[in-house]
């Protein structure tokens, strides 16, 4: 039922800028912590951001100062901006979503390469 669709993925050079979007569905989006994580290749999957139903974020201290998470509850959707970016950024990067009970939803990725 809980649907997370990310967008926004694609080949970008050091130093650009790329904005990913992940629209909910399903659920009382205004009520739900929302994060994205990454999955870099042959690396586990790792915590980026998250911001609560509050509107408080928080970051991994390597995308610090670089990323930005946001979240427009009237289109149910969250955003991550993402600037200078360099190739260690490259990863698959996943939607999150953990409602009351402990139970976790999960996008289905969007991919992000920086590569010159």
């Known amino acids: 039922q809980v649907t997370l669709v990310e967008s926004g993925g694609g080949l970008v050079q050091p130093g650009g800028s790329l904005r990913l979007s992940c629209e909910a569905s399903?659920?009382?989006?205004?009520?739900?912590?929302m994060g994205w994580y990454r999955q870099a290749p042959g690396k586990e999957r790792e915590w980026v951001t998250t911001?609560?139903?509050?509107?408080?974020?928080s970051y991994a201290d390597s995308v610090k100062g670089r990323f930005t998470i946001s979240r427009d509850n009237v289109k149910a959707t969250v955003y991550l901006q993402m600037n200078n970016l360099n190739p260690e950024d490259t990863a698959d990067y996943y939607c999150?979503?953990?409602?009351?009970?402990?139970?976790?939803?999960w996008g289905k990725g969007t991919l992000v390469t920086v590569s010159s």
């Open positions: 999150h979503a953990a409602d009351r009970y402990g139970v976790n939803y």
């Open positions: 399903g659920l009382i989006f205004s009520i739900y912590p």
């Open positions: 911001i609560t139903s509050g509107g408080a974020t």
